[in-house]
Nanobody, 123 residues
Framework: QVQLEESGGGLVQAGGSLRLSCAASGFSGGAGRLNHMAWFRQAPGKQRELVAVITAADYINYADSVKGRFFISRENAKDTVYLQMNSLKPEDTAVYYC??????????????WGQGTLVTVSS
């Protein structure tokens, strides 16, 4: 079964950069065929929102608020997805969650969430 573990969060000043990573286990362990992986974030008292998504075919999409600043990538050999965050703003402060979606044939798609990593951007 797939498990996701995020890392790389921390405290940075506005204008700085952070790189988040999400290590996945079980991609080849019978969970199904990977459809896409994504990063979400949730600020206190706010709804969880999609930040960036990358499909198994490496199609990429970003939230308008992070376009040009954040970059998502995936590495099959290491079963890892990354989020490079540049020019960080205080409004980027949130818990960031890794997400993976798998096709399972006639069964519903499998959705897996990481436990989250906190990113705090000071002004």
């Amino acid at each position: 079964q797939v498990q996701l573990e995020e890392s790389g969060g921390g405290l940075v000043q506005a204008g700085g950069s952070l790189r988040l990573s999400c290590a996945a286990s079980g991609f080849s362990g019978g969970a199904g065929r990977l459809n896409h992986m994504a990063w979400f974030r949730q600020a206190p008292g706010k709804q969880r929102e999609l930040v960036a998504v990358i499909t198994a075919a490496d199609y990429i999409n970003y939230a308008d608020s992070v376009k040009g600043r954040f970059f998502i990538s995936r590495e099959n050999a290491k079963d890892t997805v990354y989020l490079q965050m540049n020019s960080l703003k205080p409004e980027d402060t949130a818990v960031y969650y890794c997400y993976a979606n798998y096709f399972r044939g006639l069964a519903p798609n499998l959705e897996v969430w990481g436990q989250g990593t906190l990113v705090t951007v000071s002004s």
